[in-house]
């Protein structure tokens, strides 16, 4: 019996898993990421690795490949992690794929985690037997992917799906990818949580700030949303304006692509979900009528099991396009 190793790189934390061809998880790891020396990086995600195999073989299950997320540019057909890798940039570079195949002797994949994260959802989850789906992952960062007729787009280079930094205010804040006015600085919740601490310098005596223990550093994006529910203006303004980015995002997504599904899930989206109707009333206002009556749009808060089963399902999408006679 096979099984598959699924892996999340995150910003914070590496979860991986084993999981069973048709989406199960069957064992599950963490363990923080390291921040510093690619080395470092490289060497924890080869242990988390190898101690699923080792699980594995003492369940008598043969492991038939890895996939691994990547928060960032990857180009999966080389397997390479790209430049800009924000959250993880150890990571920046590194043929990954080879690494872990060398070592393991398994076919390795790797891929942007919101494209593995995407088509893990296509196949075992809300976006199972959708011809087009879009994911939109709200954490730390933004990022996307894209499904169109049963194929994951890449793009050239890997790189398309980018939706996080798609300009949305033409005089915005230079962004961290180089770009400026990026969705992302408007939502994301590194972004948030750093605009609020910058606000609240000025209102030290702002019910957000108290919401955080009185340490500016210690506001979240949760913090955020829960102030401005109690009716803090610094928050409130800042919940608004996020409403408003995500919505005119979501008509993007639905006027550039016709979707059939749209999927927002990430560490952010457990707040967005209560203030879900104001995204949406914004998704009206900015895009086309009959595009967004036939998409249906679904908030889902994050988790890492699903994430990892996202691993699982790019070793399982790579090996059918590989075989296939024209590779896509
Ligand atoms: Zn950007």
Redesign the pocket.
Known sequence: VTVIIGVDVGGTTMSGGLVSPGGEILTALRAPTPRTAPEEVVGRLMEMVAELGSRAAALGLVVSGAGVGVPGLVNAQRGVVGGLVILVPGLARIPLAERLSAEFGVPAFVDNDANTLALGEWMFGLGRDAASFVLLAVGSGVGGAVILDGRLIRGKDGYAGEF??IPVELAGPP?????RG?L??YLAGAALAGEAKRRVGASPHSRLLALAGGDPGAITAETIFAAAAAGDDIAESMVQQACRVLGAGLAMIVNGLNPEVVMVTGGVVESLIPVQDRILSWARQYALADSLAGTRIHLVGGDKGRSMRGGAALVLYERSRRASPTPR
């Not at 962004?175 to 770009?179: I, K, N, P």
């Open positions: 996080g930094h962004c961290r990818c180089g770009g990026c992302c600085a």
